[in-house]
């Protein structure tokens, strides 16, 4: 099972029962009905669409209702049968576990984890599964069906009646209760190689191949297939690719490991390598004796995420910042930020820290994700913007650590808080604009001054981040003076509090009736240009815009 499953519930009373499940698939999000059950992580309007839209997505599904209602809801978008989901009906109070679809999928493998979690029989209905004890179709980790198709035909030839007879090392075949006769015509082989499928066979992969690539060459992924057509072997076979870490940054490594759907490893010491099996121009084949864990061989590449939460309200994260989070092992960050990011899993370390120590912050995530660690630094708003993202590129550039240099470092963008203040406001950013933060603490603020002035005489759109604090008193007033030098009092301004958290204030007033007592340091200031205009919104207060076009002079 990749995805998270998603546990769906129609009412409060099922709620229990879905927290238990959840404490066994801690990344799944409990959706429930809007209006009736609280407290979840995630409320729907429909239940069918959302349901059809999840399964088209190929989340596994776990519904507490009658089986019928989930049977009715997807039936009209039941597709391919290799490329469905699991999806399960699991009574409200837990007392029965139903595979419904996902054969292939796992289905069968989820509910029996189910039942065993919440101590009941899984309704397991598939034939062969039942009379064997195991679905051949869906061998365990590490081992990989040739051919689907040809597959599907050789469980019904067996439960026909037709013996079978085992070739090669597959443990957990000795514990299915397969008709198994050493002389009868019908085989499962377990191999490396790759063979022409016969219908008598039925051909599967121990994943005991593991690629070292000594220098990773722009075709890579056409020499790696010539080798292993040159040993007959299956690429199903393999494993994962391995390198050096001094290969970690090589964009040829990532892209043949990605096309070939395969982790990659990193290996600072060559004893820990499975056994050669070949050797070529540019790459080794490894191979081990049984199928190999990939996981357990030297380390993956470090990730760095550095993310924007956007202003608050989880709607306005983008999903990319999301699956960051969700995938983090561990979180950099100011403590209320950390909090916002959430839900978050108990084993995701938080390493809250104060605002002030950025460089520090941004200095312990490269050293964590130097170590192979999958690790997101968190700001609010945009990163990019008077936050981290600055920060841990400086922390970069001062480095000479060739371990932080091969990190996976990326940067992903979220909803400013000028943004979403705005936004909310109607357009006041509708035409050219400025962000200045009045913050003193990292510049002098004469440059302060300075910029002000300038902004101001271009009639640019401002919008001030860090107006004040307890430290900066005095700042925003003097920052209104040099405005109001080259702004009538008539000149709009908006101040967005809190915007996209609880107890959010907007408001729109005048330059003229702006004083620093209306703003705090969660307070984001736009002042308008002499264009910016409002008219009544029929909710009542505001809308502000700046039209686009600027009169001609
Ligand atoms: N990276 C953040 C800005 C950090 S500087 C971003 O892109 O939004 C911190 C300042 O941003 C605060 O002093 C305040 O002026 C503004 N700010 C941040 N979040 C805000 C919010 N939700 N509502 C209003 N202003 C906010």
Redesign the pocket.
Known sequence: MTAAPAILILGPSALPCARRIQALYPQAEIHGLSGRVEGVERAYEDFGDTLRTLYRAGTPLIVLCAAGIVIRSLAAVLGEKDREPPVLAVAEDGSAVVPLLGGLGGVNRMARELAAHLEVSAAITTSGELRFGTCLLEPPAGYVLADLEQGKGFVSDLLGGQAVRIEGDAPWLAEAKLPVDNHAKRVIHISPHSRAASADELLIHPQQIAVWIERASADLLSELQQVLHSNNLAAQSLACLLAAPALMANTALHAAAAQLKLPLRFIDDARQLPPLHSQHANLRLLLAAAPIDAHQLGRPRGRLTVI?LG??AAEFMLPAARQALDEAQDLLGYETYINMAGPLRPEQVRHCTDNREEMQRARHAFELAASGRRVVVV?????G???MAAAVLEALHESTDAEWQRVDLQVFP?????L??AAKAGAPLGHDFCLI?LSDNLKPWAIIEKRLQHAAAADLVMA????I?KARPWQLGSALEIVRQQRTPETLVVL??????PG?TLRSLTLGELTSEMVD?????IIGSSQTCRFPRAEGGDWVYTPRSYPQT
């Open positions: 924007g202003p608050g700001s609010s708003g945009d990163p913007v008077f936050a979220g909803v400013s808080a000028a979403a203040t933060s001030f981040y860090n107006p604090s967005g509090r809190d915007i996209g958290r959010e340091m969660r307070t984001l200031v």
